[in-house]
């Protein structure tokens, strides 16, 4: 799939037609321009070919000049069919093509398939042939290729001061560094880059270092992933990073590790771990695996937990300490590191019950258990660790230790000394954004002005910038030349799917320009190419293709295995730092600032997608905003705990400020401070589960300068960074916690968009929760809770027929509403697994990337506008006893993903006026966009509150004018709509104004595998489409497979198999609208043991409890489900809730 | 004077005035309903780049329909073929007529050529040809009989009713397949048609959607 094209120079028409993909240089037709056509598109296009970037732009370009002919009268428009001039090879027009590429992460890429329609990129989804991840991905990855079209974006190279700089400029700019720096060996030259795996990068910086042995290379993330490494590296001696086979792990215990949904390997994590939670019936129900965290903030890891303890990070390695000797100790390991341990861990202030039955339980399955520490924790944290799961026999099982590459670049503050010493005479930054998110102390951005020249690349105008002396402006991953490596090692291209849109370049362009080679027309291709060859030894163009087709090199991964040190108790209790352990106690006076990269911007990369900023996040379910977690404790301190009603001084009452107030969140805003005078301000949120003295913050916010996003038009403080910045908490000794800090309370508030107001189930049968053990016993004690228990039997007479009789003929539950006939031969249902879905976020983002929903900014979202068709509700729980008006300090939680349930009796079809949402023969609730006039009545009408209206045109509109209206700027008129146009998916509506939407199963890929089919079957009866032809976007994307979809008039098919299972049901299955999504009641799998056992999940407790089933109970309900004897006392018996957590402060 | 006009005559202009009202709201509602087109697009006979004739092309020169829409069997589309494609026989026959200059030129400018669109869905419409030409829908049904148009012109609605009409009873126009780019192919008489479509929608299970969401996504 070698790529080789040349570029046609531009015709009369395309020089016509709008200019925004080309540069000013050549609108004046600039004698450089032509000069340096070449190197203008240097990389290696999608295959596409030549029908590419230019084709399409071409098309577009020709179709908005004949608009202009066509609309001026009341004549039917003309239009314009524009073929080919040559018709290109593999381009069908109409159908997507599929490329495999990797999505570059510091510490590991992502495999994915890219599908383009015409040459341009529509959507990322997971590659299956990478198969630890099994074709998913995360949400970042989702939402990267709306960066691709972001307007904000650098095109073109900038001098200092903005002036753009000519490619010409740019080229003469790194020869003559090159020229410089090779004479005098490197001497005075510093980069400073971003950890990357590509090993292309790796060869380019060591010939580099070859011919400029004194340049200084240094590599710098902000969320960085080299505790782990280094403690490894001091025990062992080399490079080796560990790699977690969570699906042989039967106990996990997580120490302050976010391990399932942050981290540069949380796919493998997840996946493995779905697979061992994963049950298929109640025989398999003992086999579940436990989940034991200790952690200082609420982490969808910790949510996940079926014991939970809350510790103050910096309380952390005392407790780790504690809890490996126990281990060690149970497991009977080395008995004298077990009492170093012990003595280190003198100072932790938890349960020792706690401590002991959780290491009793690892110890008892050794060689099925795991140990996973934060990234952010010590050194010494993970050598012990080490330990722990060297006694648990973890090695080989449920960890591996990976042999990483030798990385000889210093670390940031190395390079920020030679800076102040003034050493460095050129600073070349590739990649990052050092001056916002270098940590405060080192003071980089004062540092780099040292430096004679900065030169730096960057995607963006950003902070660092601001400071260099020439911006190369970068190229998106999805358009250039590259390679990388999983993070098991795994070796995987990095293909161009379309020309540079703009000016750009990538990394490896820059290096090998610095080295004195810059590349041609081919981008790095041949680089790549020769890589891959030193890499398998394989030359010939065949494996090459192969290798891009299929996307990933699996048997080319990092070796494993990690000599064990032969020293006793592997030398650790030597290496270890006491003063890491010593464990601070904090207080309301001294508190404890946790700083973790953000659901949103991450580290404040993604600080202007849209999609990720609106996003909620899966445990506050805040958007566009980073704010203040504070426990419900602290809240109580800061006396910001909502309460109804308030009264002042002078006797008049008042809605509390801290609460929600028209369904907007008024938080009060705070002001932090730590010893060394520094401060940040920002809103208060108060967050259940946090460890009493942590406050959490998130970074990436706050940003001084970047693009319209991450500067919200509408935001109060109009031109600054949307939310606030916590890099000044940032220390280079430590950089994701902070201690001795304090809060007050300031007199203003602050406006948060938080999409989810009320976080309790109020005891009701929505999510449906049991212990493992219970559901062992008692398989059907779903059927038992709900309205529909008590209530005449949903299918009357139908109810003993199988699903797939009952999902098509049937009497319809005796309705009045003339019901839809299902008789097409396939008929759609969806399920989804409570008991394994994590929370992370990829399926709203994948949904809003293959269904074109738009952004609407936070104003929008403030009315509680939202236009997510996927909705992750977040439930907190407490038990009954808990008082009904306090913020729970402890509680489980319990997430489900909601979406249109495709009601087969839809109560929105019912009052539709129009009849634009009616049922179709195959089970979809289908909206006609074009016959909706927006009443709203079926929103209305929702049971679940899951459709969406387009109350603006949020796609024409541009954002911060949609009040404006038709006098507001025509968005589809700027230049920007016609990058962010690129990324909508052709085989969806994009809808407009006074329409209703939400989830249409993916209509459309359901429409599309049916067509593929009938082209297959031609003249034969072989129409059926396949189970597992048809995944929808969520589906696919989801890290533990919780989400099933397929034919449920199949009995064969996967979802009916999921359907069959005794843990299904609907939601609100009493309304008698019979949801074709329904769900598998979530389990626990709790330790009888452990002091915070309880008998029954919170939320279940909290059910029983109001359903006044813990009374005594069994009459007057209908036969389904409760005819059967009950097999278990416990499910309707009084809930034996032990009170949770034991106080740790 | 006795009253030259009888009471009545006051009312007269009136009634009058009502009547010639209604005659003329009825006649030209009864001309817009009966004697205008269905559908306006209709007739539409653009003036095309080049004179391209499919009479020629396929009734004379027996070109199959898949000589130039390539991908009519293969994508929602059925493409308008790139000058590439023309130039394959036009690069020796009339290789320098005056009239295939536009061709020439898209070919040796890298520009395409502006045909006009005839055939036109709405763009909420996901019309599919591969899903009909590979399930024994002929061109003709849609687009009218092509083969024999010198110059091409909208031969039939494409209303939805137009769709429904097919989609309600498939037996009265589903084909052979290998018919199915044979434009001048007739069933021998209405039964033959019916028996015949009537088995092919039992063989081949035949089922094609009458829901929205068969065609609005």
């Known amino acids: ?1145 | 004077m006795a009253n030259v006009f009888p009471k009545w005559a006051n009312l007269a202009p009136v009634k009058v005035l009502i009547g010639l009202t209604l005659i003329l709201g009825t006649v030209v509602a009864g001309v817009t309903y009966y004697a205008t087109p269905k559908y306006l697009r209709v007739g539409y006979q653009p003036v095309q780049p080049v004179a391209f004739d499919h009479s020629l092309h396929v009734t004379q020169l027996g070109m199959d329909c898949r000589y130039c829409h390539t991908f009519v069997d293969r994508s929602e589309h059925s493409n308008v073929p790139a000058a590439s494609v023309c130039m394959n026989c036009h690069n020796q026959v009339l290789a320098n007529d005056a009239k295939l200059a536009p061709i020439r030129d898209s070919y040796n400018s890298g520009e395409p050529v502006p045909w006009v669109k005839i055939h036109n869905t709405p763009d909420y419409v996901y019309f599919n040809h591969s899903a009909h030409v590979n399930r024994g829908v002929s061109c003709v049904h849609c687009h009218g009989q092509i083969n024999e148009m010198e110059t091409v012109y909208h031969a039939k609605p494409l209303s939805m009713a137009m769709c429904l009409e097919c989609h309600r009873n498939p037996e009265n126009f589903i084909r052979p397949l290998d018919k199915v780019y044979d434009l001048t192919w007739k069933p021998e008489s209405k039964q033959a048609q019916l028996e015949m479509g009537e088995t092919f929608v039992h063989d081949w299970d035949v089922n094609p959607p009458q829901s929205c969401s068969g065609c609005h996504r």
């Not at chain 1, 200019?19 to 999608?46: C, H, I, M, Q, V």
């Not at chain 1, 510091?106 to 299956?128: F, L, W």
Request: net charge negative.
């Open chain 1, 1 to 1145: 799939m070698k790529r080789k094209f040349h570029h046609p120079e531009p015709t009369e028409r395309e020089l016509s037609g709008p200019r925004y993909w080309r540069s000013p240089d050549e609108l004046a037709n600039a004698p450089e321009f032509k000069e340096t056509l070449e190197r203008e598109f240097p990389e290696g296009a999608s295959e596409a070919s030549e029908q590419d970037r230019r084709q399409f732009l071409k098309l577009m370009g020709a179709s908005a000049a004949f608009a202009g002919i066509g609309l001026t009268g009341c004549r039917m428009p003309r239009r314009y069919v524009l073929p080919y001039s040559q018709q290109p090879e593999r381009i069908i027009p109409g159908v997507p093509i599929y490329y495999a590429t990797s999505f570059p992460g510091a510490y590991g890429s992502t495999p994915i398939i890219v599908e383009t329609h015409d040459a341009r990129p529509t959507k990322i989804e997971g590659n299956p042939s990478y198969l630890a991840y099994g074709g998913t991905t995360d949400g970042f990855a989702q939402a990267s290729i709306l960066d691709l079209y972001d307007p904000d974006r650098l095109q073109v190279s900038v001098k200092k001061g903005g002036a753009p700089a000519s490619d010409a400029e740019v080229a003469t700019a790194l020869a003559n560094l090159s020229k410089k720096f090779s004479g005098n060996k490197g001497s005075g030259l510093a980069l400073l880059l971003q950890p990357s795996t590509s090993p292309t990068r790796a060869r380019l910086l060591a010939d580099l270092k070859k011919s400029m042995p004194e340049m200084v290379v240094a590599e710098y993330e902000p969320v960085a992933y080299s505790n782990p490494v280094k403690a490894l590296t001091a025990i062992s001696g080399s490079t080796h990073r560990p790699l977690y086979h969570t699906k042989n792990a039967k106990r996990v215990l997580t120490l302050d590790s976010d391990f399932l949904s942050s981290g540069p390997d949380q796919l493998r994590n997840s996946r493995g771990f779905g697979k061992a939670r994963a049950v298929k019936d109640a025989h398999e129900a003992s086999k579940m695996n436990r989940l034991y965290s200790v952690e200082s903030t609420m982490s969808l890891t910790g949510a996940m937990a079926d014991h939970r303890l809350r510790a103050s990070t910096s309380q952390m390695p005392a407790v780790a300490a504690l809890l490996g000797a126990a281990i060690i100790e149970q497991a009977h390991g080395d008995a004298a590191l077990a009492a170093a341990l012990k003595e280190l861990g003198k100072g932790a202030q938890v349960d020792q019950k706690w401590i002991d039955e959780c290491a009793a339980d690892l110890a008892s399955h050794k060689g099925e258990s795991l140990v996973v520490a934060g990234e952010h924790l010590p050194v010494g944290v993970h050598m012990l660790v080490y330990a722990v799961n060297a006694a648990l026999g973890a090695e080989g099982h449920t960890v591996e230790y990976k042999q990483l590459p030798e990385n000889t670049a210093v670390e940031l503050p190395a390079l920020v000394e030679k800076l102040n010493t003034g050493e460095v005479d050129t600073l070349v930054v590739i990649g990052g954004n050092p001056a916002y998110d270098a940590p405060a102390d080192l003071k980089f951005a004062e540092a780099a002005a040292k430096a004679k020249t900065v030169v730096y690349h960057s995607y963006y105008d950003d902070e660092t910038a601001e400071l260099a002396d020439l911006t190369v402006a970068a190229s998106h991953y999805l358009e250039t030349w590259g390679d990388g490596r999983a993070f098991c090692g795994a070796y995987m291209p990095v293909q161009p799917m379309i020309l540079p849109l703009f000016k750009t370049q990538s990394e490896l362009e820059v290096l090998s320009a610095l080295g004195g080679k810059p590349l041609g027309e081919d981008g790095a291709y041949e680089l790549v190419r020769a890589t891959y060859t030193e890499f398998t030894g394989k030359k010939d163009d065949i494996s090459f293709n192969e290798w891009l087709t299929i996307g990933v090199d699996e048997p080319d991964s990092y070796k494993a295995g990690m000599p064990t040190p032969k020293m006793a108790s592997f030398g650790i209790p030597q290496k270890l730092d006491k003063a890491e352990f010593k464990a601070p106690a904090l207080s309301e006076n001294s508190l404890e600032f946790r700083i973790l990269p953000s659901t949103h911007a991450y580290d404040g990369r993604y600080n202007n997608n849209g999609w990720l900023m609106e996003c909620p996040d899966p445990m506050t379910k805040i958007t566009w905003d980073n704010v203040v977690s504070v426990s419900p404790k602290m809240a109580k301190v800061l006396d910001i705990t909502p309460k109804p009603i308030r009264m002042d001084e002078m006797g008049q009452l008042h809605m509390n400020d801290n609460t929600f107030k028209l369904g907007r969140e008024i938080a009060h805003m705070a002001k932090l401070s730590l010893p060394d005078g520094t401060t940040i301000e920002g809103p208060l949120h108060i967050q259940p589960g946090l460890a009493d003295y942590t406050v959490v913050l998130t970074l990436g916010f706050g940003r001084r300068k970047t693009g319209r996003v991450g500067t919200a038009i509408h935001y109060p403080k109009e031109g600054k960074g949307i939310g606030f910045d916590v890099y000044p908490f940032v220390k280079s000794s430590s950089p994701s916690v902070a201690t001795g800090g304090t809060i007050t309370v300031l007199d203003e508030t602050f406006q948060v968009a938080n999409t989810q107001e009320h976080w309790s189930m109020e005891g009701r049968a929505i999510i449906r929760e049991a212990n493992n053990t219970e559901y062992e016993s008692n398989p059907e004690f779903v059927k038992a809770m709900g309205m529909e228990a008590h209530s005449p039997p949903v299918l009357g007479t139908a109810r003993k027929e199988p699903l797939s009789e009952v999902s098509t003929d049937i009497p319809r539950g005796g309705s009045l509403y003339d019901t839809p006939a299902f008789t097409d031969r396939q008929q759609w249902g969806m399920n989804i697994d409570l008991n394994t879905c994590t929370a992370c976020n990829a399926c709203v983002l994948a949904c809003q990337s293959e269904n074109n929903i738009p952004v609407i900014g936070k104003d929008q979202v403030l009315r509680g506008r939202e236009m997510h068709w996927i909705r992750l509700d977040r439930y907190y729980s407490a038990g009954p006893d808990s008082s009904t008006t306090e913020i729970p300090e402890d509680p489980q939680v319990s997430f489900m993903s909601m979406a249109c349930q495709h009601c087969e009796l839809a109560p929105c079809e019912q009052v539709c006026p129009v009849n634009a949402t009616v049922h179709d023969d195959q089970g979809l609730n289908v909206m006609a966009y074009n016959r909706c006039v927006g009443t709203r009545y079926c929103a209305n009408n929702c049971p679940y509150k899951v459709r969406r209206f387009n109350f603006f045109d949020y796609n024409k509109r541009e954002r911060g004018e949609f009040y404006k209206g038709p006098l507001g700027t025509n968005y589809d008129k700027t230049e920007a709509s016609q990058l962010t146009r690129m990324q909508k998916n052709p085989d969806v509506t994009v809808r407009m104004r006074g329409v209703m939407e939400k989830c249409t199963y993916c209509v459309q890929r359901i429409e599309e595998a049916k067509i593929n089919q009938l082209v297959k079957a031609k003249n034969t009866n072989n129409v059926e489409v396949p189970d597992g032809t048809i995944k929808t976007a969520c589906q696919q994307v989801c890290p533990t497979d919780a989400i099933t979809f397929g034919d449920i008039t199949d009995t064969t098919t996967e979802v009916y198999q999921a359907k069959e299972s005794d843990r299904n049901y609907s939601v609100l299955g009493y309304l008698n609208i019979r949801p074709r999504t329904t769900y598998l009641a979530k389990l626990r799998n709790p330790n009888p043991k452990m002091p915070d056992y309880t008998a029954q999940p919170l939320t279940r407790a909290e059910y029983e409890a109001k359903s006044g089933h813990a009374a005594g109970h069994g009459e007057g309900h209908g036969d389904n489900g409760h005819g059967e004897p009950h097999a278990s006392t416990e499910s309707h018996g009084a809930p034996t809730h032990a009170e949770a957590t034991p106080e740790h402060h």
